[in-house]
């Protein structure tokens, strides 16, 4: 079992106060342990916590580019065999990293088999260049290159379904989880990182700055994610669906009103015919996982 | 022990000696048969590598840095497309001071799309920090993997090598080769010893990044050890040539130069042709000669000035083309940057683009342009065609 008081993200890093992904780094290295060497790329995380000569990273870590952190870890990987080591190699990578710039990398690490874990902190934009969509960018969010405008309702896309395609890849551990439940974080970087092959994480990291909601309620908004069912914790085991987190769901509108990358959908009035495709896409996922309690 | 090998196994010959821990590389022609080979000898167990078989150059290059970082000795092959797919990695590996060698087998770069050479596709990388080396033959390019390696790996220098060689002329040729033995290669090259590496023992961090108050140092470093790499090439050159009896103490090569009123200066295979040209033309009584240069980065400007002392007419044979300069050539800059004197004639001759002939006529016709002054131009163009 992961020693829970271990702290390898150090103090003193430049994210904003109540970002996600910072709180996901803190969460991911108590998981993994100390015998853990991290591939990271060009983004949020990337920039608050190493602005050099300074770094928050108890472990060893590297960054290259923006897309080439799951080919990294090949290669540190594959360096570590030869050499007989016993580090885990994990990578930590943005959605942008992950879902757009560095699926061929990422594809082809998980074809090859290596032995690493890959983990996505979903921020659900590029948040380090100034909030511009992703392919992990929910439909309908206003994002600077997804405005919503007198034509447009935001992001006019559904998020991509990256566990699915890993899981197509055949790894054998997927799994997504949110900062709002830490130690479901810390259990599922746990596993993955026992787990021979190449495994994939997705957790949802609510960013304060990016999304529009004030800082202290980042938890709060995690929660709602998934009483929503707009995001579904749950576990690919060998390509079967298991331990799917159940809610009693919520209206997708709470979620929505909290953050002012929605507010366009209440402005003048309430938009009920894009928020009913919203909550279109919660009740299929709910469909899908099997996320409603039935009481 | 003497062989005749095709150059890409000769070149995967010299691999095999420097054993490396991680080999990652993605097929593209003509460095194809280097991988090829490599492949085999993993599957066969004469070579004890990790072959990381990745889906493209992108990922070969830093699956490389990845495995370099983590302390291991590395090799990759590339060639033109490959190459610049690898662009924004070569910048990364240099910058992060991670000496990985590479094969480059010159081509020319698309489009149109060729396969055949020229060396377009490594002056494209001219300013990313890796050490760049050109070879005549195929024992030059096996000999100067060897020294590649302990010119990178030295802890003066800690820098990227490309091993450049002509795509076809030298990948695809038989050439009765000298191949080391493996007990000198080991005294010549000693195992690969980091400086720092990525190591659960003694956490760092790898590519952080720099605000306007430290990038600019690492630059200035990064090129204080490309100078630093003009001894180390020359220490390591003549401790080769003790061991192995090849002599590769200077970063150039003289041909008949030291009389010459007309010198021809080149890289690369073409470098023969112009031996044989000169040949034919002292012959005639003409007095000129080669200065073949061996190191385009780090450029070796006050060894070639000094070869160059007292000769006014110099023509520069570019396989390469920087689109809009004046001069034409990448090399010719080069040249007379190093010379920086207006009573010499320094002239640029594009040729052999894309894999066009280069031949002994081409060459003495070429002698006639630089003596009587007509130059920076393209060389041999079908001037039908245009
Ligand atoms: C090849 C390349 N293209 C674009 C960029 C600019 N860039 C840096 S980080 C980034 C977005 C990062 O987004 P994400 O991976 O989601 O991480 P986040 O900042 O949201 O944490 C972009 C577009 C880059 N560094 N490299
Ligand atoms: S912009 Fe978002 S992800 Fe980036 S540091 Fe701030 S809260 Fe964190
Ligand atoms: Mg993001």
């Given at each position: 079992m992961a020693d829970r008081s271990l702290e390898l993200e150090d103090c003193g890093h430049r994210a904003c106060g109540g970002c996600g992904p910072a709180l996901a780094a803190r969460l991911i290295l108590k998981g993994a342990g100390e015998r853990s060497i991290i591939c990271a790329s060009t983004g949020c995380m990337e920039v608050f916590s190493t602005p050099y000569p300074q770094t928050a990273w108890k472990v060893p870590w590297i960054h290259s580019l923006f897309q080439n952190t799951a080919a990294v870890a090949s290669g540190v990987e594959a360096a570590l065999k030869r050499q007989g080591r016993d580090e885990h190699v994990l990578c930590i990578c943005g959605d942008g990293a992950t879902f757009d710039i560095g699926v061929l990398c990422i594809s082809g690490a998980f074809e090859r088999g290596h032995n690493i874990t890959y983990i996505c902190y979903d921020n659900e934009a590029y948040m380090n260049t100034g909030i511009q969509r992703s392919g992990a960018t929910p439909f309908d969010a206003n994002t600077t290159t997804s405005p919503a405008g007198k034509l447009s309702h935001g992001n006019s896309r559904p998020k991509k379904d990256m566990p699915q395609i890993l899981a197509a890849h055949g790894a054998p551990y997927v799994a997504t989880c949110s900062i709002a439940y830490p130690n479901d974080i810390i259990r599922k970087v746990e596993r993955a990182v026992k787990t021979d092959g190449p495994c994939y994480i997705q957790i949802h990291t609510p960013c304060c700055t990016g999304w529009g909601f004030d800082g202290a309620k980042t938890i709060e908004l995690g929660k709602l994610a998934i009483e929503t069912g707009l995001w579904v914790n749950f576990e690919i085991v060998n390509g079967k669906t298991e331990k799917v987190k159940k809610v009693k769901r919520k209206p997708v509108e709470e979620y929505l009103r909290a953050q002012k990358r929605f507010a366009h959908l209440f402005k003048p009035s309430v938009n009920t015919e894009e928020i009913a495709k919203i909550q279109a896409i919660a009740d299929a996922n709910a469909e899908k996982y099997g996320i409603d309690l039935k009481i | 022990m003497k062989k005749i090998l095709e150059g890409s196994h000769a070149i995967a010959e010299a691999v095999r000696l420097v054993k490396p821990e991680v080999i990652s590389a993605y097929p593209i022609t003509p460095q194809t048969h280097i991988v090829e080979r490599l492949a085999e000898m993993v599957a066969d167990g004469d070579l004890d590598s990790e072959y990381i078989c990745v889906e493209s150059e992108f990922s070969a290059l830093s699956a490389c840095l990845g495995a370099s970082a983590a302390g291991s000795r590395v090799y990759s092959a590339t060639s033109s497309q490959g190459l610049l797919f690898m662009a924004e990695v070569c910048f990364n590996v240099a910058g992060m001071r991670q000496p990985v060698v590479m094969s480059i087998a010159n081509r020319a770069v698309s489009?149109?799309?060729?396969i055949w050479n020229d060396q377009q596709d490594s002056i494209c990388l001219r300013d990313s920090g890796w050490i760049q080396l050109y070879a005549e033959d195929v024992q030059e390019t096996l000999d100067l993997h060897l020294i590649a390696y302990r010119v990178a790996e030295d802890h003066k220098v800690l820098l990227p090598v490309f091993v450049c060689f002509d795509g076809f002329i030298i990948s695809h040729t038989y050439e009765p080769v000298d191949i080391p033995d493996e007990k000198d290669v080991k005294a010549y090259l000693p195992a690969y010893v980091p400086v720092n590496k990525l190591d659960a023992d003694d956490p760092l961090s790898m590519g952080m990044y720099a605000t306007p108050e430290y990038y600019m140092e690492f630059r200035y470093e990064n090129d204080q050890a490309m100078t630093r790499s003009l001894d180390v090439f020359k220490q390591a050159g003549k401790e080769f040539k003790d061991l192995f009896?090849?002599?590769?103490?200077?970063?150039i090569e003289e041909y008949?130069?030291?009389?010459?009123?007309i010198a021809i200066i080149a890289m690369g295979s073409v470098c023969g042709t112009i031996k044989d040209a000169i040949d034919v033309m002292r012959a005639q009584g003409r007095e000129v000669g080669l200065l073949k240069i061996r190191a385009y980065r780090p450029f070796p400007a006050e060894d070639i000035k000094k070869a160059l002392s007292g000769i006014k007419k110099i023509g520069v044979l570019e396989k390469n083309i920087s689109l809009?300069?004046?001069?034409?050539?990448a090399v010719g800059l080069e040249i007379k940057d190093a010379l920086d004197d207006s009573s010499v004639s320094v002239l640029s001759y594009v040729a052999g683009l894309g894999g066009r002939d280069i031949r002994i006529e081409d060459v003495i016709k070429m002698t006639d342009a630089i003596e009587a002054g007509n130059g920076d131009c393209f060389f041999g163009l079908r001037e039908e065609l245009i």
């Open positions: - | 489009a149109p799309l060729s009896g090849r002599d590769y103490s200077e970063l008949r130069l030291s009389d010459a009123k809009g300069s004046r001069m034409k050539g």
